[in-house]
């Protein structure tokens, strides 16, 4: 994948749900707090988190663990179902965790070897997203802490979501003229 389209592709997925937050900031609210324990986005993520760490497993070439590839492609699928089945609580700040993960891999592999040192930008995202998967995997309850922050008035929501909004746009731009 080329640097501008992952650019463009991640400021517009980023810039759309700002709007939402600017124009019905109260209902942005309601269903950003529901987000940490809602189970349907925590199969979506979740699955998509446990997909997407299969199909890079399986494009990995690793000579060390050839012979057992096929029982870790069973074993880690097998443990993302289980973890649906017995994980439910914070499953969509758990599937979200693996996702932001696996996002930071694809930024910085997409990044790396860009000449423009405007790749920094998507560096440090990719950088914050790996460490907000890891801190939200350890503790997913902070998520919901900062969620119920974020949207305690509706002044915060309508910044936050401002600031989401031109840092999205911003992302798009850089993938319009400079990647």
Known sequence: MKLSTLAVGLGVLMSLPQF?????????????????RSLPWG??????????????????SISDFAAYKQWMLVGFGTLGVLTCVF????LAVRGLSVVLLLLGKLMLDTARWHDSQWRLVIATWAYAMIFAGMWFTVSPWRLRDAIHWATANEKRVKAGSAFRLAF????VVLGLTVF
């Open 43 to 60: 199969y979506a993520l979740m699955g998509l988190g446990t997909v997407w760490f299969l199909w890079n497993l399986n494009a990995e």
């Open 87 to 90: 994980v439910q609580d914070f």
């Open 20 to 36: 939402y937050g600017l124009l019905k900031p109260s209902e942005f609210a309601a269903a950003a707090r529901r987000f940490p």
């Open 168 to 171: 999205g746009l911003f992302v």
